[in-house]
């Protein structure tokens, strides 16, 4: 099975921030890595598929790179309705897996 | 507009069964794979099941095969997961959700529209 490993677990950074979220897959999965954002008793979001797509109707400022093993998801300016936990998941081969998640909280 | 509605869950002891409900509306739901995905009280998210568009392919996490059974009934526009022997570990929010473009559960793209999820407790 595929593992999806995500770092940092937390962090905490301000309106404005730029923040960068690192995700590596334990084998090679092209392009076939997805983001989602999380609020609190909320579902999660598709922000980001296939590596760099973003999904209709999110911001701008949220952008994906990366192929292989090696990804990054990152908000160019942080905003407060962006405090939420991130998620990656591959698609490139069942079973899917998640990585941990990457709290983002209010510095 | 696409909607996701879950139902099915609730309390059970363990070794008991629970059967999730998903029903769609808003899109051709025969053309599309579907998931569902569960999350532990205070953990990520767990991929569970997934199933392609006709219904033909079905996969599941190693957590649960074996277990669980994921079924469609695109006449009925529903998705299903049947889980049986429960234990302690499935008590989780469960959501399913359609895959954004694709017949198959892996592959391009993500998961697009998600329910609001059905809370599943086993405990004794």
């Known amino acids: 099975d595929i593992q999806v490993t995500q770092s940092p677990s937390s962090l905490s950074a301000s309106v404005g921030d730029r923040v960068t979220i690192t995700c590596r897959a334990t084998?090679?999965?092209?392009?076939?890595l997805n983001w989602y954002q999380q609020k609190p008793g909320k579902a999660p979001n598709l922000l980001i598929y296939d590596a760099s797509s973003l999904q209709s109707g999110v911001p701008s400022r949220f952008s994906g790179s990366g192929s292989g093993t090696d990804f990054t998801l990152t908000i160019s300016s942080l905003q407060p309705e962006d405090f939420a936990t991130y998620y990656c998941?591959?698609?490139?081969?069942?079973?899917?897996?998640f990585g941990g998640g990457t709290r983002v909280e209010i510095k | 507009e696409v909607q996701l509605l879950e139902s099915g869950g609730g309390l059970v002891q363990p070794g008991g069964s629970l059967r999730l409900s998903c029903a769609v509306s808003g899109f051709t739901f025969s053309s599309y794979a579907m998931n569902w995905v569960r999350q532990a009280p205070g953990k990520g998210l767990e991929w569970v099941s997934g199933?392609?568009?006709?219904?033909?392919?079905?996969y599941y996490a190693d957590s649960v095969k074996g277990r669980f059974t994921i079924s469609r009934d695109n006449s009925k526009n529903t998705l299903y997961l049947q889980m049986n022997s429960l234990r302690g570990e499935d008590t989780a929010v469960y959501y399913c959700a359609k895959k954004t473009v694709g017949k198959t559960v892996a592959g391009t793209s993500g998961m697009d529209v998600w329910g609001q999820g059905t809370t599943a407790t086993v405990s004794s």
């Open positions: 199933i392609s568009d006709s219904g033909g392919a079905k």
């Open positions: 998941q591959q698609s490139y081969s069942s079973p899917l897996t």
């Open positions: 084998q090679r999965i092209s392009i076939y």
